[in-house]
């Protein structure tokens, strides 16, 4: 199993308390610790412009400007966001960007892309709301010009929602990757979200990862109908990488995680959150699969390995402020599993 993990960039409330003169110093000192230790793979930003559950006036550092600070600052460690919303950038403007990055870090880019959800945040940057199939066929069309700028240099596409008219993307990325069988000159493409009629399709037709409902059950379900997807439309499913993101609140017994809980759902307090949206939050963190002991973590992912889950990327909440859970897991899960 492959390992990535998100860097706090407050849009989780999880740079509360940390002035913003010092927000880019944590947050850089977490990247180089991860592009030291060989076992993480990659490190992760968010794309949002406003904290959740709730907006509130607490940090939310822009995904892209933090994917160009980290590709200048680390040598080894790949670099992505879970995941870009289409919408929000013109495609042909963010091929170009990825492209720029991905000269800097020196072919170490990942693109997560999706349709994106976050309403208040659409519509307070004017940016609308619209339906969600619009949302996903501006993905479509997006993915395509991206393939075409990555692969050729340009870029011309007569859409319902983009018309681009020999856009150029010189220098091409600086990687090689797989679109639909062939090799060609781009970056790796995650196609995020489970939506099994209009996402998932997308996926088969152009991802070389997704990223999905990371429970036993949900992840079952979301692969078989990729594997129908691509049977479709006749690409490999086996190709494809399927990943999950996983809240990882791990300790040594049930009084450890407990405590951790306990203080996220204290720094959501002192963020801004309502007492009673934090408290809900934190509750449905309970139950979810990467929380518990290391033993209990690793038998749970180990689980979705069998499944063939192979990539896991992790959050922890209290990563500016505390890194033994980090330690822990390093210590714990992911030797158990990375071989």
């Not at 749970?300 to 909440?317: D, H, K, P, S, V």
Request: hydrophobic share 40%; proline share 4%; with cysteine.
């Amino acid at each position: 199993m492959r390992f990535g993990m998100f860097v706090p960039q407050g849009w989780r409330t999880d740079l509360v308390g940390i002035a913003p003169e010092r927000q880019w110093g944590v947050m850089l000192d977490l990247a180089q610790r991860l592009d030291a230790e060989e076992a993480w793979e990659s490190l992760w930003v968010y794309d949002h412009f406003h904290t959740t559950p709730e907006p509130t006036q607490e940090a939310t550092h822009e995904a892209w400007t933090l994917m160009a600070a980290f590709a200048a600052t680390t040598g080894r460690v790949r670099l992505g966001q879970m995941c870009t919303c289409m919408s929000y950038r013109e495609p042909t403007y963010l091929a170009k960007v990825a492209a720029t990055v991905d000269a800097i870090c020196g072919g170490r880019v990942e693109m997560g892309i999706g349709g994106g959800w976050y309403e208040h945040e659409w519509r307070a940057y004017g940016y609308g709301f619209p339906s969600a199939g619009e949302r996903l066929a501006r993905l479509r069309e997006g993915v395509e010009i991206f393939r075409q700028m990555w692969t050729t240099g340009s870029a011309t596409l007569d859409g319902e929602h983009y018309q681009v008219d020999g856009a150029l993307c010189w220098p091409r990325p600086l990687q090689g990757t797989t679109f639909a069988g062939s090799e060609r000159n781009g970056i790796p493409l995650w196609v995020a979200g489970g939506g099994e009629r209009k996402t998932l399709r997308i996926a088969a037709e152009y991802a070389d990862y997704t990223n999905f409902d990371g429970t036993a059950e949900g992840f079952a379900r979301k692969s078989g109908i990729l594997q129908e997807h691509c049977a479709d439309v006749g690409t490999d499913f086996e190709a494809i990488t399927r990943s999950a993101n996983y809240n990882v609140v791990i300790g040594r017994d049930e009084a450890e995680v407990t405590d951790r809980l306990r203080g996220i759902k204290d720094r959501m307090v002192r963020g801004g959150i309502a007492e009673d949206t934090a408290a809900r939050s934190v509750e449905n963190l309970r139950t979810q699969p990467a929380v518990g002991t290391p033993e209990q973590i690793t038998e749970m992912l180990g689980g979705l390995q069998e499944q063939g889950m192979t990539y896991a990327i992790t959050y922890f909440a209290e990563a500016a402020y505390d890194t033994s859970g980090i330690e822990l897991f390093e210590d714990e899960v992911i030797p158990a599993l990375r071989g």
